[in-house]
Nanobody, 124 residues
Framework: QVKLAESGGGLVQTGGSLRLSCAAS????????MGWFRQAPGKEREFAAT????????IQSDSAKGRFTISRDNAKNTVYLQMNNMRPEDTAVYYC?????????????????WGQGTQVTVSS
């Protein structure tokens, strides 16, 4: 059974940093495209960052560029999202997702597995 477990969310001040983790079980992250999405209150879930199965090709949303970095530790079967210079508009529930394909995608409909999400709140 596949499980994606996010952690690392919390409250941070504007300009601060957080690192989210996504521990995967039941699949090997180096065989999947992994992505991070987020959903702000009252808004639809949106793409944040993704990389393909090799980890060499990445895509980031416009709001994430220059501030968010997606990475992984194959030995721990864990994906990370490092978020720096955070803004109040980054406040959202952040979700980890896995896609059973070797090409990254920004479309959430392309992802097969999802975590439960972790809350991130940025205070002004």
């Amino acid at each position: 059974q596949v499980k994606l477990a996010e952690s690392g969310g919390g409250l941070v001040q504007t300009g601060g940093s957080l690192r989210l983790s996504c521990a995967a079980s039941g699949l090997s992250i180096n065989s999947y495209t992994m992505g991070w999405f987020r959903q702000a209150p009252g808004k639809e879930r949106e793409f944040a960052a993704t990389f393909d199965w090799s980890g060499r090709s990445t895509i980031q949303s416009d709001s994430a560029k220059g501030r968010f970095t997606i990475s992984r530790d194959n030995a721990k079967n864990t994906v990370y999202l490092q978020m720096n210079n955070m803004r109040p508009e980054d406040t959202a529930v952040y979700y980890c997702a896995a896609r059973n394909a070797d090409i990254e995608s920004i479309d959430q409909r392309d992802y097969n597995y999802w975590g439960q999400g972790t809350q991130v709140t940025v205070s002004s």
